[in-house]
Every structure is written in C-alpha cells, then in structure tokens.
C-alpha cells in the first residue's frame, strides 16, 4: 500500500461537479492498493498517518500531528501512484490491486483512520475526480506499508 500525505490548508474533492469531501487544515492522502496487501498494511498505514508529526509546534519545528493540530484528512483512492514506467513511457498498472480487493482494504482505511481520531472525509472509489488543494510548506511525504522507498 502506497501513500502520498500532502499537508493543506485546504482541499476538496468534487465527482461529477459535488463536492464530495472538503477539509480547512490537515492532510491530503492518496492511496494506492498494491496486490498482496492486507488489513495489517491498511491498519499500518493509518496508524502511521494518524501520528505523522508534519506540522510546527512553538518551536517551528514539525512536532505535531493531525490530532494536535485538530486537522483532517482527505482520501483519495489513487491507484496510479503503482505505475510503473520504468520501460517505456506508458504506465503499466500490475502492481495495483484489482477493484474488489482494493476498495475493501481503502474502506478499512478510513475506518482506522476514524477510530484513530482523525476527522476522515474522502471521494468516491473508481471515480474520475477533481482534487483541489492548497499544498502548505509545500510539505509532501510518501509513505508505503510494506518496504523501503
């Protein structure tokens, strides 16, 4: 499972011109499932995400997490974060799990996300989405459950 953490200022999600999750403050993730992940890579994952520590304390040094800050997170399901391009220029998307394996495990997810505090808003799986948001630093983390990056 892969993730890009943005912190925003702002962001949204539109589907079909709704707006269908919007946050002030916090995190953008988008999240790729990867074949072969499981419930411990989503459970990992949000349990990472929920206490990164990317915004400033008092100091100016990044101390605190979205529970601190009292922030959100928006997800995204994203399953072009696997693609590979390495031969050729067209991306292939092996590595990404199929439809019914991901969006249980982007499900879950979320719901570790909410159990761990963390006020969750989100798009719609396997839908074409607009994301907009307002990257702020820009600060901008990849995250993945299962090795080094």
Same mark, same amino acid.
């Given at each position: 499972?892969?993730?890009?953490?943005?912190?925003?200022?702002? %962001?949204?999600?539109? =589907? &079909?011109?709704? =707006?269908? #999750? !919007?946050?002030?403050?916090?995190?953008? =993730?988008?999240? #790729?499932?990867?074949?072969? @992940?499981?419930?411990?890579? %989503?459970?990992?994952?949000?349990?990472?995400? %929920?206490?990164?520590? *990317?915004?400033?304390?008092?100091?100016?040094?990044?101390?605190?997490?979205?529970?601190?800050?009292?922030? &959100?997170?928006?997800? *995204?399901?994203?399953?072009?974060?696997?693609? @590979?391009?390495?031969?050729?220029?067209?991306? !292939?998307?092996?590595?990404?799990?199929?439809?019914?394996? !991901?969006?249980?495990?982007?499900?879950?997810?979320?719901?570790?996300?909410? &159990? &761990?505090? *963390?006020?969750?808003?989100?798009?719609?799986?396997?839908?074409?989405?607009?994301?907009?948001?307002?990257? @702020?630093?820009?600060?901008?983390?990849?995250?993945?459950?299962?090795?080094? *990056?």
């Amino acid at each position: 499972m892969r993730a890009v953490v943005q912190r925003v200022s702002r %962001a949204e999600v539109r =589907v &079909a011109n709704q =707006v269908t #999750g !919007a946050i002030g403050a916090g995190a953008v =993730v988008l999240l #790729g499932v990867e074949t072969g @992940d499981s419930t411990a890579d %989503a459970q990992y994952l949000a349990a990472k995400i %929920a206490g990164l520590r *990317i915004w400033e304390d008092e100091s100016g040094k990044m101390n605190r997490g979205l529970a601190q800050i009292q922030g &959100a997170a928006l997800v *995204i399901s994203q399953f072009t974060l696997l693609g @590979d391009v390495r031969r050729g220029l067209r991306p !292939a998307f092996d590595r990404a799990a199929p439809a019914e394996v !991901a969006q249980p495990l982007y499900e879950l997810f979320l719901t570790q996300l909410r &159990a &761990a505090g *963390i006020q969750v808003e989100c798009g719609v799986f396997r839908a074409h989405m607009e994301v907009a948001l307002v990257n @702020d630093g820009p600060v901008t983390i990849l995250l993945d459950s299962r090795k080094e *990056i």
